[in-house]
Protein backbone atom coordinates (compact mmCIF):
# COMPACT_ATOMS: atom_id res chain seq x y z
CA UNK A 1 0.00 0.00 0.00
CA UNK A 2 0.98 3.63 -1.19
CA UNK A 3 2.64 6.13 1.88
CA UNK A 4 -0.08 8.48 0.59
CA UNK A 5 -3.03 5.99 1.06
CA UNK A 6 -1.77 5.06 4.40
CA UNK A 7 -1.78 9.18 5.00
CA UNK A 8 -5.47 8.94 3.85
CA UNK A 9 -6.09 5.96 6.41
CA UNK A 10 -4.16 7.89 9.60
CA UNK A 11 -6.43 10.37 8.85
CA UNK A 12 -10.28 9.16 9.20
CA UNK A 13 -11.10 11.22 12.29
CA UNK A 14 -14.06 8.23 13.18
CA UNK A 15 -11.30 5.56 13.41
CA UNK A 16 -8.38 4.95 15.12
CA UNK A 17 -6.19 1.67 15.44
CA UNK A 18 -6.66 0.31 19.40
CA UNK A 19 -4.06 -1.78 20.97
CA UNK A 20 -5.94 -4.99 20.52
CA UNK A 21 -5.58 -4.20 16.53
CA UNK A 22 -9.43 -3.86 15.88
CA UNK A 23 -10.75 -0.58 14.72
CA UNK A 24 -11.75 1.79 17.51
CA UNK A 25 -13.99 4.69 17.10
CA UNK A 26 -15.43 7.29 19.34
CA UNK A 27 -19.08 6.58 20.73
CA UNK A 28 -20.34 9.79 20.16
CA UNK A 29 -23.01 9.97 17.44
CA UNK A 30 -22.79 13.78 15.06
CA UNK A 31 -24.47 16.22 16.06
CA UNK A 32 -25.41 17.02 12.64
CA UNK A 33 -26.22 13.37 11.66
CA UNK A 34 -29.82 11.90 11.59
CA UNK A 35 -31.09 9.16 10.73
CA UNK A 36 -32.81 8.59 7.13
CA UNK A 37 -36.85 9.16 8.55
CA UNK A 38 -38.19 7.03 4.92
CA UNK A 39 -36.36 3.75 5.54
CA UNK A 40 -36.07 3.56 9.67
CA UNK A 41 -38.39 1.74 10.96
CA UNK A 42 -37.13 1.54 14.61
CA UNK A 43 -33.84 2.04 16.54
CA UNK A 44 -32.91 0.68 20.04
CA UNK A 45 -30.18 3.38 21.64
CA UNK A 46 -27.70 1.95 23.90
CA UNK A 47 -25.03 2.89 26.22
CA UNK A 48 -22.22 1.58 23.89
CA UNK A 49 -21.12 0.96 20.42
CA UNK A 50 -22.83 -1.85 19.07
CA UNK A 51 -20.23 -4.46 16.85
CA UNK A 52 -21.76 -7.33 17.55
CA UNK A 53 -23.66 -8.83 14.75
CA UNK A 54 -27.05 -9.60 15.75
CA UNK A 55 -29.18 -13.49 15.99
CA UNK A 56 -33.02 -13.49 15.14
CA UNK A 57 -34.58 -16.75 16.30
CA UNK A 58 -37.81 -17.71 17.12
CA UNK A 59 -39.03 -14.13 16.91
CA UNK A 60 -36.00 -12.35 18.97
CA UNK A 61 -33.52 -10.20 18.21
CA UNK A 62 -30.23 -10.72 19.93
CA UNK A 63 -27.23 -8.62 20.45
CA UNK A 64 -23.89 -7.46 22.33
CA UNK A 65 -22.62 -3.89 23.22
CA UNK A 66 -20.18 -1.98 24.39
CA UNK A 67 -22.40 -1.28 27.49
CA UNK A 68 -21.41 -4.94 28.58
CA UNK A 69 -25.29 -6.65 27.67
CA UNK A 70 -26.69 -8.26 25.87
CA UNK A 71 -30.10 -7.68 24.80
CA UNK A 72 -33.48 -9.37 23.52
CA UNK A 73 -35.38 -7.42 21.33
CA UNK A 74 -38.19 -7.59 19.49
CA UNK A 75 -38.04 -7.24 15.89
CA UNK A 76 -41.31 -5.71 14.86
CA UNK A 77 -41.11 -2.86 17.22
CA UNK A 78 -37.63 -2.94 18.65
CA UNK A 79 -38.71 -2.78 21.96
CA UNK A 80 -36.59 -4.19 25.04
CA UNK A 81 -37.52 -7.59 26.18
CA UNK A 82 -34.86 -8.66 28.36
CA UNK A 83 -31.06 -7.92 28.76
CA UNK A 84 -28.67 -9.80 30.64
CA UNK A 85 -25.64 -7.74 31.96
CA UNK A 86 -21.98 -8.62 32.40
CA UNK A 87 -18.84 -7.04 33.41
CA UNK A 88 -17.28 -6.49 30.45
CA UNK A 89 -17.88 -4.94 26.75
CA UNK A 90 -19.91 -7.91 24.55
CA UNK A 91 -18.27 -7.88 20.86
CA UNK A 92 -18.88 -11.09 19.83
CA UNK A 93 -21.88 -11.98 18.21
CA UNK A 94 -23.75 -14.56 20.21
CA UNK A 95 -24.79 -17.83 19.11
CA UNK A 96 -27.97 -19.89 19.49
CA UNK A 97 -29.15 -23.15 19.23
CA UNK A 98 -31.69 -25.40 21.49
CA UNK A 99 -33.14 -22.21 22.88
CA UNK A 100 -29.45 -20.99 24.79
CA UNK A 101 -27.90 -18.03 23.71
CA UNK A 102 -24.34 -18.42 23.80
CA UNK A 103 -21.63 -15.41 23.88
CA UNK A 104 -18.74 -13.86 24.78
CA UNK A 105 -17.70 -10.97 27.03
CA UNK A 106 -14.41 -8.88 27.36
CA UNK A 107 -14.80 -9.88 31.40
CA UNK A 108 -12.96 -13.08 30.20
CA UNK A 109 -16.22 -14.93 30.28
CA UNK A 110 -18.52 -17.24 27.66
CA UNK A 111 -22.06 -17.52 29.20
CA UNK A 112 -24.90 -19.41 28.62
CA UNK A 113 -28.20 -17.95 29.19
CA UNK A 114 -31.64 -19.14 28.09
CA UNK A 115 -33.89 -16.97 25.65
CA UNK A 116 -35.94 -15.56 29.18
CA UNK A 117 -32.31 -14.10 30.04
CA UNK A 118 -31.80 -16.59 32.51
CA UNK A 119 -28.31 -17.96 33.31
CA UNK A 120 -27.23 -21.32 32.47
CA UNK A 121 -23.91 -21.35 33.54
CA UNK A 122 -20.76 -18.60 32.33
CA UNK A 123 -16.91 -20.10 31.69
CA UNK A 124 -13.95 -18.15 32.76
CA UNK A 125 -10.84 -18.26 30.32
CA UNK A 126 -7.84 -16.43 31.45
CA UNK A 127 -8.23 -13.17 29.11
CA UNK A 128 -11.01 -11.04 27.43
CA UNK A 129 -13.47 -12.80 24.36
CA UNK A 130 -12.70 -10.01 22.12
CA UNK A 131 -14.21 -10.93 19.01
CA UNK A 132 -14.26 -14.39 18.65
CA UNK A 133 -18.17 -15.44 18.22
CA UNK A 134 -19.02 -18.81 20.12
CA UNK A 135 -19.32 -22.29 17.58
CA UNK A 136 -22.12 -24.56 18.69
CA UNK A 137 -21.86 -28.16 16.85
CA UNK A 138 -23.73 -30.72 18.32
CA UNK A 139 -23.09 -30.52 22.44
CA UNK A 140 -19.93 -28.52 22.29
CA UNK A 141 -19.46 -24.80 22.28
CA UNK A 142 -15.97 -23.58 20.35
CA UNK A 143 -14.39 -20.17 21.30
CA UNK A 144 -11.72 -18.59 21.40
CA UNK A 145 -9.62 -15.79 23.63
CA UNK A 146 -7.50 -13.13 24.33
CA UNK A 147 -5.44 -15.93 26.48
CA UNK A 148 -3.93 -17.71 23.37
CA UNK A 149 -6.45 -20.92 23.62
CA UNK A 150 -9.31 -22.31 21.63
CA UNK A 151 -11.61 -24.08 24.22
CA UNK A 152 -14.31 -26.78 23.74
CA UNK A 153 -16.75 -26.33 26.27
CA UNK A 154 -19.69 -28.61 27.17
CA UNK A 155 -22.87 -26.76 25.80
CA UNK A 156 -24.87 -27.99 28.59
CA UNK A 157 -22.96 -28.15 31.77
CA UNK A 158 -20.37 -25.59 31.03
CA UNK A 159 -17.59 -28.02 31.69
CA UNK A 160 -14.23 -27.90 29.51
CA UNK A 161 -13.83 -30.72 26.92
CA UNK A 162 -10.47 -29.43 25.67
CA UNK A 163 -8.07 -26.85 25.39
CA UNK A 164 -5.70 -25.92 22.58
CA UNK A 165 -3.06 -22.83 23.08
CA UNK A 166 -1.43 -20.85 20.57
CA UNK A 167 0.78 -18.43 20.30
CA UNK A 168 -1.37 -15.44 21.06
CA UNK A 169 -4.56 -14.27 21.33
CA UNK A 170 -7.42 -16.10 19.27
CA UNK A 171 -9.89 -12.96 18.42
CA UNK A 172 -11.05 -15.06 15.59
CA UNK A 173 -15.07 -17.62 15.65
CA UNK A 174 -13.78 -20.97 15.15
CA UNK A 175 -15.66 -22.48 11.98
CA UNK A 176 -16.70 -26.82 13.07
CA UNK A 177 -17.18 -28.60 9.59
CA UNK A 178 -16.90 -32.60 9.41
CA UNK A 179 -15.19 -33.06 12.06
CA UNK A 180 -12.97 -30.21 12.30
CA UNK A 181 -12.40 -27.06 14.10
CA UNK A 182 -11.05 -24.26 11.61
CA UNK A 183 -9.73 -20.73 13.96
CA UNK A 184 -6.80 -17.96 13.32
CA UNK A 185 -4.89 -16.62 15.68
CA UNK A 186 -2.68 -13.25 16.31
CA UNK A 187 0.54 -15.50 16.39
CA UNK A 188 -0.20 -15.35 12.19
CA UNK A 189 -1.41 -19.03 11.87
CA UNK A 190 -4.46 -20.55 10.81
CA UNK A 191 -5.29 -24.09 12.63
CA UNK A 192 -7.41 -27.12 11.96
CA UNK A 193 -8.10 -28.75 14.81
CA UNK A 194 -9.99 -32.20 15.92
CA UNK A 195 -13.17 -31.19 17.17
CA UNK A 196 -13.18 -33.90 19.75
CA UNK A 197 -9.90 -34.08 20.87
CA UNK A 198 -7.79 -31.04 19.60
CA UNK A 199 -5.40 -32.31 18.52
CA UNK A 200 -3.53 -30.23 15.59
CA UNK A 201 -4.69 -31.56 12.11
CA UNK A 202 -2.50 -28.98 10.28
CA UNK A 203 -1.52 -25.46 10.68
CA UNK A 204 -0.93 -23.18 8.14
CA UNK A 205 1.08 -19.92 9.02
CA UNK A 206 0.07 -16.28 6.91
CA UNK A 207 2.77 -12.93 7.84
CA UNK A 208 0.44 -11.49 9.90
CA UNK A 209 -2.47 -12.03 12.51
CA UNK A 210 -5.77 -13.75 11.27
CA UNK A 211 -8.59 -12.22 13.55
CA UNK A 212 -11.32 -13.36 11.29
CA UNK A 213 -13.40 -16.45 10.67
CA UNK A 214 -12.83 -18.71 7.59
CA UNK A 215 -15.68 -19.66 4.68
CA UNK A 216 -15.66 -22.87 3.49
CA UNK A 217 -16.47 -24.32 0.08
CA UNK A 218 -16.10 -27.57 -0.68
CA UNK A 219 -12.77 -28.65 -0.35
CA UNK A 220 -11.28 -24.99 -0.03
CA UNK A 221 -11.30 -22.92 2.77
CA UNK A 222 -10.95 -18.97 2.74
CA UNK A 223 -9.41 -16.42 5.11
CA UNK A 224 -7.65 -13.02 5.12
CA UNK A 225 -4.68 -11.60 7.10
CA UNK A 226 -3.30 -8.37 8.38
CA UNK A 227 -0.59 -9.09 6.22
CA UNK A 228 -2.72 -7.76 3.11
CA UNK A 229 -3.31 -11.17 1.62
CA UNK A 230 -6.45 -13.51 1.18
CA UNK A 231 -5.62 -17.24 1.15
CA UNK A 232 -7.23 -20.39 -0.77
CA UNK A 233 -6.27 -23.71 0.90
CA UNK A 234 -6.90 -27.04 0.83
CA UNK A 235 -8.91 -27.73 3.67
CA UNK A 236 -8.09 -31.22 3.92
CA UNK A 237 -4.02 -30.72 4.35
CA UNK A 238 -3.74 -26.79 4.24
CA UNK A 239 -2.27 -26.76 1.17
CA UNK A 240 -2.08 -23.33 -0.36
CA UNK A 241 -4.00 -23.50 -3.92
CA UNK A 242 -3.78 -19.46 -3.92
CA UNK A 243 -3.39 -16.08 -2.38
CA UNK A 244 -4.22 -12.64 -3.88
CA UNK A 245 -2.43 -9.19 -2.48
CA UNK A 246 -4.69 -6.85 -1.12
CA UNK A 247 -4.34 -3.21 -0.89
CA UNK A 248 -4.42 -2.91 3.34
CA UNK A 249 -4.84 -5.72 5.80
CA UNK A 250 -7.77 -7.82 5.73
CA UNK A 251 -9.69 -7.34 8.87
CA UNK A 252 -12.96 -9.17 7.38
CA UNK A 253 -14.14 -12.61 7.03
CA UNK A 254 -14.88 -13.65 3.45
CA UNK A 255 -18.04 -14.28 2.31
CA UNK A 256 -18.95 -17.31 -0.87
CA UNK A 257 -21.39 -17.05 -2.86
CA UNK A 258 -21.52 -18.88 -6.55
CA UNK A 259 -18.00 -19.41 -7.03
CA UNK A 260 -17.07 -15.82 -5.61
CA UNK A 261 -15.76 -14.79 -2.66
CA UNK A 262 -16.24 -11.05 -1.20
CA UNK A 263 -14.48 -9.36 1.92
CA UNK A 264 -13.32 -6.00 2.61
CA UNK A 265 -9.56 -4.70 3.88
CA UNK A 266 -8.71 -1.95 6.09
CA UNK A 267 -8.21 0.82 3.34
CA UNK A 268 -11.97 0.52 2.49
CA UNK A 269 -11.66 -1.52 -0.57
CA UNK A 270 -14.43 -4.18 -1.07
CA UNK A 271 -13.41 -7.30 -3.45
CA UNK A 272 -15.42 -10.00 -5.34
CA UNK A 273 -12.43 -12.76 -6.73
CA UNK A 274 -12.85 -16.33 -8.46
CA UNK A 275 -13.27 -18.46 -5.76
CA UNK A 276 -11.29 -21.34 -7.58
CA UNK A 277 -8.24 -18.83 -8.89
CA UNK A 278 -8.01 -15.61 -7.25
CA UNK A 279 -8.53 -13.25 -10.14
CA UNK A 280 -10.62 -10.64 -9.64
CA UNK A 281 -13.66 -10.61 -11.04
CA UNK A 282 -14.58 -6.84 -9.43
CA UNK A 283 -13.76 -4.17 -6.95
CA UNK A 284 -14.74 -1.20 -5.71
CA UNK A 285 -13.81 1.49 -3.53
CA UNK A 286 -17.34 2.85 -3.02
CA UNK A 287 -16.61 1.97 0.73
CA UNK A 288 -14.23 4.69 1.65
CA UNK A 289 -14.01 3.80 4.84
CA UNK A 290 -12.25 0.87 6.24
CA UNK A 291 -13.79 -2.42 6.26
CA UNK A 292 -14.00 -4.36 9.78
CA UNK A 293 -16.51 -6.61 9.88
CA UNK A 294 -18.01 -9.66 7.39
CA UNK A 295 -20.08 -9.30 4.33
CA UNK A 296 -23.30 -11.41 4.42
CA UNK A 297 -25.32 -11.80 0.39
CA UNK A 298 -28.87 -11.95 0.00
CA UNK A 299 -30.86 -12.85 -3.07
CA UNK A 300 -27.84 -11.72 -5.27
CA UNK A 301 -27.42 -8.51 -3.14
CA UNK A 302 -23.50 -7.62 -1.02
CA UNK A 303 -24.52 -6.08 2.25
CA UNK A 304 -21.23 -4.16 4.29
CA UNK A 305 -20.63 -2.01 6.55
CA UNK A 306 -17.85 0.31 7.04
CA UNK A 307 -15.99 2.80 9.26
CA UNK A 308 -17.35 6.08 8.10
CA UNK A 309 -20.71 4.57 9.35
CA UNK A 310 -22.12 3.38 6.27
CA UNK A 311 -24.10 0.46 5.56
CA UNK A 312 -23.20 -0.44 1.46
CA UNK A 313 -25.90 -3.03 -1.12
CA UNK A 314 -23.89 -4.18 -4.24
CA UNK A 315 -25.16 -6.20 -6.88
CA UNK A 316 -22.98 -9.30 -6.28
CA UNK A 317 -22.43 -9.97 -9.91
CA UNK A 318 -21.74 -6.87 -11.35
CA UNK A 319 -20.51 -4.85 -7.93
CA UNK A 320 -23.03 -1.84 -9.37
CA UNK A 321 -23.92 -0.17 -5.62
CA UNK A 322 -27.31 -0.02 -5.00
CA UNK A 323 -27.21 2.56 -2.49
CA UNK A 324 -25.86 3.00 1.33
CA UNK A 325 -27.90 3.80 4.52
CA UNK A 326 -25.64 6.08 6.59
CA UNK A 327 -25.66 6.50 10.66
CA UNK A 328 -23.49 8.25 13.12
CA UNK A 329 -20.73 6.02 13.44
CA UNK A 330 -18.61 2.91 12.54
CA UNK A 331 -21.00 -0.17 11.69
CA UNK A 332 -18.76 -3.23 12.50
CA UNK A 333 -21.64 -5.20 12.67
CA UNK A 334 -23.12 -7.91 9.81
CA UNK A 335 -27.21 -7.77 9.48
CA UNK A 336 -29.37 -10.07 9.81
CA UNK A 337 -32.86 -10.19 7.28
CA UNK A 338 -36.43 -10.72 7.30
CA UNK A 339 -38.55 -10.09 3.94
CA UNK A 340 -38.97 -6.40 4.18
CA UNK A 341 -36.32 -5.55 7.33
CA UNK A 342 -32.52 -5.10 7.58
CA UNK A 343 -31.03 -5.38 11.10
CA UNK A 344 -28.14 -3.87 12.07
CA UNK A 345 -25.78 -2.71 14.87
CA UNK A 346 -23.53 0.97 14.81
CA UNK A 347 -20.78 2.42 17.15
CA UNK A 348 -22.76 5.33 17.36
CA UNK A 349 -25.14 2.90 20.19
CA UNK A 350 -27.44 2.43 18.12
CA UNK A 351 -29.10 -0.91 16.85
CA UNK A 352 -31.48 -0.22 13.56
CA UNK A 353 -34.12 -1.26 11.84
CA UNK A 354 -34.32 -0.45 8.17
CA UNK A 355 -36.36 -1.48 4.67
CA UNK A 356 -34.96 -3.71 2.48
Not at 297 to 303: E, K, L, Q
Request: aromatic share 12%.
Amino acid sequence: MTNSRRQVLAMLSAAVIGSAGCIKTTNEPSEEWTPDPERLRWRYETQGRVPSSPVLSEGQLYVGSFDGYLRSLDPTTGTLDWKFETDGEVTTDPAVQNDVVYFGSRDHNLYAVDTDGNKRWQFETGDGIFGSTPSVSGRTVYVGSGDSHIYAIDAESGTEHWSFETDDGVFSGPIVSDGTVYVGSRDSSLYALGATDGELIWKYTAGDSVDRSVAIDGSRIFFGSKDEHIYALNRNDGGLLWSRETEDGVNSSPAVFDGTIYFGDWIGKFYALDASTGDVRWTSEKPSGPINHDPVIVDGVVYVGDALGNLHAFDAFSGEHHWNYRTGNAVQSTPVFTDDTIYFGSNDGYFYAITR
